[in-house]
């Protein structure tokens, strides 16, 4: 089955400086990578998605890349704020059959 | 708000008690998904249902846990003789193969503390 690697697990950086959380996944069939952000307690909430049919996509200070041949993709956040602080999730699915999260990422910004 | 609206929000209960949970889906969304998430952990995936039918049940799934989607609207989740390891966030999910494609939208979750 689906097996997704995500790394690092803390990432602490100061406001203003990128954050870049990487993952990899098994299954070369998956299709469909979003990234979900959870805040303690919370829901986790779909910050942004890619499918396998582009190879990058950007929604203002965030932004996804997706290289199928070596199975990874990553997260990119620019420009960080305090706010953005929080556990990130990635995570791989087929035709969204069911989605496999990695472990996630702690990201602290510090202002 | 995404819509997907789960309850009770919080349940304790003693061992070898019985707890449901009920999750309401986005109106129209075919594909309902059950999670259970541990603290520092990711959610893993328990099952998952298109309309009424259950699809796919994770091994994670034992007998003691029974999910249903009987009018292929709302779905409950019931763990029977629950354990301390049963202590968890439960997680409802649900997606349309429509409008949206493929984007998964969750509950706030259901937590369960078995004492």
């Known amino acids: 089955g689906e097996n997704v690697e995500q790394h690092p697990s803390t990432l602490s950086v100061q406001e203003g400086d990128s954050a870049v959380i990487k993952c990899t996944y098994s299954d070369s069939a998956s299709n469909y990578f979003p990234w979900y952000k959870q805040e303690l307690g919370k829901r986790p909430q779909l910050i942004i998605d890619?499918?396998?049919?582009?190879g990058e996509k950007k929604d203002q200070r965030i932004a996804v890349t997706l290289n199928k041949t070596a199975k990874h993709f990553s997260l990119h956040i620019t420009e960080t704020q305090p706010e953005d602080s929080a556990v990130y999730f990635c995570?791989?699915?087929?035709?969204?059959?069911?989605?496999?999260f990695g472990t996630g990422t702690r990201l602290q910004v510090f202002p | 708000d995404t819509g997907v609206s789960q309850n009770p929000r919080h349940k304790i209960t003693k061992r070898g008690q019985n707890v449901t949970f009920r999750c309401d889906p986005i109106s129209e969304h075919n594909r309902l998904y059950w999670y259970r998430q541990t603290l520092g952990q990711g959610p893993e995936f328990l099952t998952y249902?298109?309309?009424?039918?259950?699809?796919?049940k994770s091994r994670l799934l034992s007998d003691r846990f029974s999910a249903e989607r009987p009018k292929g609207s709302f779905s409950t989740l019931e763990i029977q003789r629950t354990e301390q390891g049963d202590s968890a966030m439960y997680l409802c999910a649900s997606s349309s193969r429509g409008g949206d494609g493929n984007t998964i939208y969750f509950g706030e979750g259901s937590w369960l503390t078995v004492v």
């Open positions: 995570a791989a699915s087929k035709n969204t059959d069911k989605l496999i």
């Open positions: 249902f298109q309309n009424e039918a259950q699809l796919e």
């Open positions: 890619i499918r396998s049919n582009v």
